[in-house]
């Protein structure tokens, strides 16, 4: 099949309620979504990066210039083929959350094509994807019992809650006196170094499943000097770029879990590389979040279905991002904390063209 069309589309969305992590508050969503279109089918992609480089180092802009630079215009005539696009953009350093986006269209479109869904399409197993909450750092600590008593009340299987220096162990703490039992753990985004050592030891009186990114974004060595300190086993989302880093940290001990988001790995592709890898290390994946819309929402849905997502991802209902979604179809968690994998073909959710177009702020057509 030959692409007729590839459509950017920069998109600007507020939030129900803000986000804040250790690297600052977010109101709103920004994203690019990838429009592929091809035999009157269209597959749809969205790019994770945020409006500032702080979860990494690409935001909107490096995304839009790569992908409107490099990405479409090479995608614009050429034939769809999901799963050589890695080797036709691995000229390009870095710019992972770009090329993912690009390759998440080209898989729905794949799928839509061949009349499956996507989860189907990369060998997932699973029908339905347990699903945890991650919550921000709010303005005080009754407000976040508060979230968690809510979450909780949903149904969600797992609760992760932001730390930052000053917002850590007597936080942890409180919400241990209240929720004694929930499956709990922490995420503080590289918000420590090692001289918090001790420090962070005494989040391990807490019976926490994990802690999630405590030091350096680039770094396995002090994360496993770390690890050895503590119980609590640590997991990485930040540090594991693709397959090899998830060999690498695992071999050292610089963690026991992995997070894996495809825009941070480049792909659904390497996705499932690091997938594979862990899984043959014996070591467990969960999905990571990216505040995405529907769209992003959909293709995470279908990553967790691959065998080793053994621990519930931050993958949660759409509802509690946006009041009206890029998808038709209201993403939604039961009340038991699942989300059923669809059984439409591609994403599986219909996207809400006439809504896309009203929040859209830049447009591209090649
Ligand atoms: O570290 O997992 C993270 C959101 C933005 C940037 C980084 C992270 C997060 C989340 C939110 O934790 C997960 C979600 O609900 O999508
Ligand atoms: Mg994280």
Not at 165 to 178: A, F, L, N, T
Not at 295 to 322: C, M, Q, W
């Amino acid at each position: 099949m030959k692409i007729e069309r590839v459509t950017l589309r920069h998109i600007r969305l507020p939030f129900v309620h803000f986000f804040e992590t250790s690297f600052g508050r977010s109101h709103e969503k920004n994203a690019i979504l990838v429009e592929i279109q091809c035999d009157g089918l269209s597959g749809w992609g969205e790019c994770v990066a945020d409006e500032g480089p702080f979860y990494s180092y690409e935001d909107v802009e490096t995304a839009w210039h790569i992908l409107s630079d490099y990405v479409a215009p090479a995608l614009a005539g050429s034939l769809t083929q999901a799963e050589s696009f890695p080797s036709s953009v691995a000229r390009i350093r870095g710019h992972s959350m770009a090329k993912a986006a690009a390759e998440a269209a080209l898989w729905d479109l794949e799928a839509k094509n061949k009349g499956q869904p996507l989860w189907r399409l990369i060998g997932g197993t699973r029908e339905r994807i347990a699903c945890g909450v991650s919550i921000g750092i709010q303005d005080s600590p009754e407000q976040l019992l508060e979230k968690i008593g809510i979450e909780v009340e949903a149904g969600y299987q797992k609760i992760k809650i932001k730390i930052k220096p000053g917002w850590d162990v007597e936080i942890v703490e409180r919400v241990r006196k209240q929720f004694p039992e929930i499956p709990l753990m922490v995420d503080a985004n590289s918000a420590y170094s090692m001289q918090d050592t001790d420090h962070l030891l005494g989040l391990d009186k807490f019976n926490l499943l994990m802690i999630e990114q405590p030091l350096y974004s680039d770094d396995f060595i002090e994360h496993s000097k770390l690890q050895k300190a503590l119980r609590t086993p640590l997991c990485l989302d930040e540090s594991i770029r693709h397959a090899r880093d998830a060999r690498h940290a695992c071999e050292m001990h610089a963690c026991g879990i992995i997070n894996i988001k495809m825009g941070r790995v480049g792909g659904i592709r390497e996705a499932i590389r690091v997938h594979d890898t862990c899984q043959e290390l014996g070591v467990p994946v969960w999905c990571g979040g990216m505040l995405e819309t529907g769209i992003g929402r959909a293709h995470n849905i279908a990553l967790s279905t691959l065998e080793n997502f053994l621990i519930p991802g931050d993958v949660s209902a759409a509802k509690r991002y946006f009041e009206r979604d890029t998808v038709v179809q209201s993403i939604e968690v039961t009340a038991d904390g699942w989300i059923i994998a669809p059984s439409e073909p591609g994403i599986g959710y219909e996207t809400d063209l006439e809504w896309i177009e009203r929040i859209t702020v830049r447009k591209r057509v090649f």
